[in-house]
């Protein structure tokens, strides 16, 4: 045990650590050409391994194994933590270097708590319109929702990884079983009078037959820009037997009439589309500027000024969202990205980090520990002289 504490604490294995977190963000960067910056975060850095090409065999590149983010950040935090208590001796000259061993941890911790619990979206939202909800740019689900009631709607999410294979799901709230024959994570949508080679329809209602679409599967692409067009054959069966297959895909969205059917006196509508992710108030876009440089078309300011309607907490008040000033509101933070349909439409970022406030506990205690060093130091100095 001791000499494993000994590895564990030497500073070489720092040097080490660190010449690694080098190599990783140098890879990373160059991988980001073409697999996009989320793909590289969840592969090299959201990761405890990584497989990189390295030698060149016969056209074809030898892979070997090297620390993803997750293992050398969990490295890190055992070395500095087996650093501190070997070499660490108590007395008050030395509370500066407490803190700033205390802050490194944090800053590593909170990096982890960032991967694991933030959650990105996007918010559109047009002048005049209020949404209480924002979608995912990733991210998919299979939706069956209840739209008998004329007060408000009923929706049962099913996660997309329950239908990326063929098999039967089933829900409380669904008097029928939900079956996937077909998933395709990207494909092209057509008319099959312009593709008359593509495979037969599967799809039996809904505009898959109406329609009389036709599906081209296709590579996935990891393009920041481009998003995926995740589609399924989706098959309902009841106690009866079978009610339907439908063809659905994220590209099947407003523009499109919705795919609806009856059962059990209930109208219900089915839908493949981007995550959302609910909110008990609404946001309304009252007003959006976008501000340029006087004879130029490059941006100055763009903002947005909007209404919160939050009917439980009783609060409705305005709110100004311009590019270096979000709106933090019910554990959310709306910030400006950017803006469409000739500036009516505003696009707001929205980040849900439960962690967002440890970086600045750990930088702060990492700046007042260099701070409480360096005084301790620079009096014990003048005093000698």
Not at 108 to 135: A, D, M, R
Not at 176 to 186: D, T
Not at 294 to 315: K, L, M
């Amino acid at each position: 045990m001791r000499q494993l504490f000994c590895i564990f604490s030497s500073l070489r294995l720092t040097v080490l650590l660190l010449a690694c977190s080098v190599l990783l963000v140098f890879w990373g960067t160059l991988a980001q050409v073409d697999l996009g910056i989320h793909e590289v975060q969840r592969r090299f850095f959201e990761s405890f391994t990584i497989f990189l090409p390295v030698i060149p065999w016969h056209g074809h590149w030898l892979h070997f194994p090297f620390p993803g983010g997750y293992t050398i950040g969990t490295a890190l935090l055992i070395n500095l933590a087996c650093a501190h208590f070997r070499y660490f001796c108590p007395s008050w000259k030395k509370i500066g270097i407490v803190l700033i061993h205390g802050g490194l941890a944090a800053l590593i911790i909170s990096g982890f708590l960032t991967s694991l619990l933030q959650v990105e979206s996007q918010l559109w939202v047009s002048e005049g319109e209020k949404i209480n909800y924002s979608e995912s740019s990733r991210d998919n689900e299979l939706v069956i929702i209840d739209t008998s009631n004329p007060e408000e709607d009923t929706v049962i999410s099913i996660p997309l990884s329950l239908i990326k294979e063929p098999g039967v799901v089933e829900h409380a709230a669904l008097p029928f079983q939900v079956e996937s024959l077909a998933f395709f994570p990207n494909a092209d949508l057509g008319l099959r009078s312009q593709n008359p080679n593509t495979p037969p329809t599967l799809a039996t209602r809904g505009a898959g037959v109406k329609m009389d679409i036709a599906v081209m599967p296709k590579p996935v692409t990891y393009k920041d820009n481009e998003p995926n067009t995740a589609t399924a054959y989706i098959k309902l069966t009841d106690a009866d037997g079978e009610m339907g297959t439908w063809l659905v895909s994220n590209m099947i969205d407003e523009r499109f009439p919705a795919q609806t059917f009856e059962h059990g006196g209930k109208t219900y509508r089915i839908a493949l589309r981007f995550k959302r992710y609910y909110t008990p108030y609404w946001i309304e876009l009252v007003d959006f500027n976008h501000d340029r440089y006087p004879g130029t078309n490059i941006p100055r300011n763009f903002s947005s000024q909007v209404r919160i309607v939050d009917p439980e907490a009783s609060e409705e008040r305005p709110v100004l969202i311009s590019m270096n000033h979000p709106l933090r509101y019910g554990g959310l933070t709306y910030y400006q990205a950017a803006f469409a349909n000739s500036d009516t439409t505003s696009i707001l970022q929205v980040v849900k980090n439960p962690s967002w406030r440890l970086p600045y506990f750990a930088v702060l205690a990492i700046g007042l520990g260099l701070i409480t060093h360096f005084a301790i130091h620079l009096i014990t100095f003048l005093r000698k002289r």
